[in-house]
C-alpha cells in the first residue's frame, strides 16, 4: 500500500506532463492552421500589416473610434485578389481592374481586381492608376477603357527584366540601370504622344542617352553633343560608368 501512495503522485505528474504536451501541441496545430488561413478583421484605424490587403469594408459596433471594421487577408503565395480601391497594393502586384457600385467596400463603393506579376513574362493590361512593378515599363496607352472605373484608361506593360532594349511610353517608370537612347513621336501612347528607346546599360561602360535621361547610379556626364534622335530635346549626354 504504501508503494502504491508513493506511486500515484509520480503517476499523476506524468498524466499532467503528457497533457501539456498535448495541450501545446494542439495550440501549435491551430495556429498553425490560423497562419495559413492568413485572413482577419481590425478596426479601420488599424495598421495593415506589410503585404496585407483590404477585402471588406463594413460598419461595425466592435469599433467604436471609427464604427468601420475591415477584412484583411495576407498575399503571400496568392495570384490575384478583389480589394478595395483603398487598399495598399503589395509590391510587384498590378492594378487590372476597378469597379464602381461594389456593396462590400464602404467608403469607397469601388473595388479593384489586382494581379502578382511574379514570374510573368507576357504583357498584361493594367489601370492607368496601377502601380507599375520594378522591370516593367508601359508599352503602350489607350483610352475608352470598360474596366476601369475612374480614368478609363489602360496600359499595356511589358516585362523587360531579361532585355537589353524596348520602346516605352515617355511617361513610363525605365528601370534602373537604363537609359533612354532615342525619342519618337506614336500614335500608341495615348496622353503624351511620344516613346522613348530605352536601353540596359548594366553590361557596358559607355553610352550615349538623351539630356533628360535618368543617369544610372555609378555613372557620370563626360560630355554634351547635339541631337536629332531626341524629340522634345537637341542635345545628348555622352556618359560613362565611373
Not at 476601369?148 to 517608370?173: D, K
Amino acid at each position: 500500500m504504501r508503494n502504491l501512495r508513493t506511486r500515484v503522485p509520480h503517476l499523476m505528474t506524468v498524466v499532467l506532463l503528457l497533457l501539456g504536451v498535448m495541450t501545446g501541441a494542439a495550440a501549435q496545430a491551430q495556429a498553425a492552421q490560423q497562419q495559413v488561413t492568413a485572413s482577419t478583421t481590425v478596426c479601420s484605424n488599424s495598421p495593415v500589416p506589410e503585404g496585407w490587403v483590404i477585402t471588406h469594408s463594413y460598419p461595425s459596433r466592435n469599433c467604436p473610434a471609427t464604427r468601420v471594421e475591415y477584412s484583411i487577408t495576407d498575399s503571400s503565395g496568392q495570384t490575384y485578389f478583389d480589394v478595395c480601391s483603398f487598399s495598399r497594393i503589395p509590391a510587384g502586384w498590378a492594378v487590372t481592374g476597378s469597379y464602381s457600385g461594389s456593396t462590400k467596400c464602404a467608403g469607397s463603393g469601388v473595388d479593384y481586381t489586382i494581379k502578382n506579376t511574379a514570374g510573368l513574362t507576357t504583357p498584361l493590361s493594367v489601370c492607368s492608376f496601377s502601380p507599375i512593378p520594378a522591370g516593367w515599363v508601359v508599352s503602350s496607352s489607350y483610352g475608352g477603357s470598360g474596366t476601369c472605373a475612374g480614368t478609363g484608361v489602360e496600359y499595356v506593360l511589358i516585362n523587360v527584366s531579361n532585355q537589353t532594349y524596348a520602346w516605352a511610353c515617355s511617361f513610363s517608370p525605365v528601370p534602373a540601370g537604363w537609359g533612354v537612347t532615342s525619342a519618337r513621336s506614336t500614335s500608341s501612347c495615348a496622353g503624351s504622344g511620344v516613346e522613348y528607346l530605352i536601353d540596359n546599360l548594366t553590361n557596358q561602360t559607355s553610352a550615349v542617352v538623351c539630356s533628360y535621361s535618368p543617369i544610372p547610379a555609378g555613372w557620370v556626364v563626360t560630355g554634351s553633343s547635339s541631337t536629332s534622335s531626341c524629340i522634345g530635346t537637341t542635345r545628348a549626354f555622352s556618359i560613362n560608368k565611373a
